[in-house]
């Protein structure tokens, strides 16, 4: 037992894992590892999946419905004979040979979540069965991206990955948090009555360059009110916090964690806590000092307050990401002010 929780494991399997494709094992094949990401054309996905094909031994599938994420994001990569790309809800089953599977597939704005919220949970629920339906029949090992929002609006600061949550199960967010929550849920019950090899990361809010430019997010939001001088609009009161990951260290993350002997769940976050009103600040000071700063109303439920504890992350991954807020917002405003071709004076 004490084993088990040193190592990450909540619950063990009783069911040994299905056997992989023996070609996962072949010296003669061309790739040692078929891996698929769903949602691979959305922010965090493309910045895997570009990671993923630096190993010349992969072979990346990426299935996306194109709802949120693009293929703009992925151009380099097509055509690419180590490199697939196919139009696919995952609310629909998907029959592919792979050894890995990155869920990713799911809107992840509050403003494209909130949009359809019947599909958002759909999405959640059927898709992660069908993602778990597909490991199994397979024998691949499966991660899917969870969230900070299963703690809802935490009652316990910072969160670690024993707290439960504070969740409304009723309300506007719920197709995102309690939808993430079922498929944690999922999860572990396929790991448990199947032997399914599951990986699950609790992603805190990241930010870096390829986010949507009208994402709706806070980050987004406040680098391109910046570059076009509008407003930044910080959602009352402007005392809410979030912890902020540059994305380059969150892929960092997510692939020591399915590579690693965790199933987690595990925080992969920045700890570095911000009220909206210093984040707003921040901007200002970093990308126009001229801009005005305004209060505007806020959504229901909004998190007060969020911060990863990433003890775990450090002890069973050796993870904890490098970049610094000040560090990482220069370098979503390169790509910001190139997509939206306002270039820096001076
Ligand atoms: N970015 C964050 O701060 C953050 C925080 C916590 C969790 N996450 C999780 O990480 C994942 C990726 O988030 P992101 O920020 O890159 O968001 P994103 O919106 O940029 O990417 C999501 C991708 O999933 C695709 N998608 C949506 N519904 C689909 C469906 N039914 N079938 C197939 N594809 C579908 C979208 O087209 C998009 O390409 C999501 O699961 C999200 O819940 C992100
Ligand atoms: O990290 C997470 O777990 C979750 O974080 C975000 O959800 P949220 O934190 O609400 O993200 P934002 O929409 O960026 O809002 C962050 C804060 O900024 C505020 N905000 C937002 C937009 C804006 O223009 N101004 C502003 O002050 C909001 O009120 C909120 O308090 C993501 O969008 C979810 O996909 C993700 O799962």
New binding site residues.
């Given amino acids: 037992m004490a084993k088990e929780a040193s190592n990450g494991n909540h619950n063990s399997a009783t069911k040994a894992p299905p056997t992989p494709s023996p070609l996962r094992f072949s010296k003669y094949f061309q790739a040692n590892m078929r891996i698929l990401v769903t949602g691979g054309a959305g922010f965090i996905g493309s910045h895997l999946v570009d990671r993923l094909m630096e190993n010349e031994k992969n072979e990346v599938i990426v299935a996306d419905n194109y709802f949120t994420g693009s293929k703009e994001n992925l151009k380099k990569w097509i055509g690419h004979p180590r490199f697939e790309l196919i139009r696919h809800d995952v609310t629909e089953p998907l029959l592919v040979e792979v050894d890995q599977i990155y869920h990713l597939a799911?809107?992840?704005?509050?403003?494209f979540?909130k949009y359809n919220p019947v599909k958002t949970i759909k999405t959640n629920v059927i898709g992660t069965l069908n993602m778990l339906g597909l490991a199994k029949r397979v024998g691949a090992r499966i991660l899917l991206t969870?969230?900070?929002?299963?703690?809802g609006d935490p009652l316990v600061h910072p969160q670690d990955e024993s707290y439960w949550g504070n969740v409304n199960p009723i309300g506007v967010?719920s197709c995102?948090?309690e939808g993430?929550r079922v498929a944690e849920t999922l999860m572990f019950d396929y790991h448990r009555q199947h032997g399914i090899e599951i990986r699950i990361a609790?992603?805190?809010?990241?930010y870096g360059p390829r986010m949507n430019i009208d994402?709706?997010?806070?980050?987004?939001?406040?680098i391109a009110?910046a570059i076009r001088n509008e407003p930044?609009?910080?959602?009352?009161p402007?005392t809410?916090?979030?912890s902020f990951c540059y994305v380059s260290d969150m892929v960092d993350g997510l692939i020591r964690l399915m590579e690693g002997e965790n199933t987690g769940p595990i925080n992969i976050?920045n700890p570095g806590e911000f009220t909206?009103?210093e984040?707003?600040e921040t901007v200002k000071e970093l990308i126009n000092p001229e801009v005005e700063i305004i209060e505007?109303e806020?959504?229901p439920d909004?998190?007060?307050q969020?911060k990863p504890d990433i003890t775990k992350a450090k002890e069973l991954l050796g993870w904890e990401p490098k970049i610094k807020l000040r560090d990482g917002l220069p370098l979503m405003e390169e790509d910001f002010r190139r997509r939206l071709e306002v270039p820096r004076e001076n």
């Fill in positions: 799911c809107p992840a704005s509050p403003i979540y969870s969230t900070s929002e299963v703690y967010r995102y948090d993430k609790r992603i805190f809010n990241t994402d709706g997010r806070v980050v987004s939001n406040f009110q930044l609009t910080v959602q009352a402007g809410q916090t979030r976050g909206m009103m984040l707003a505007v806020n959504t909004d998190p007060r969020r």
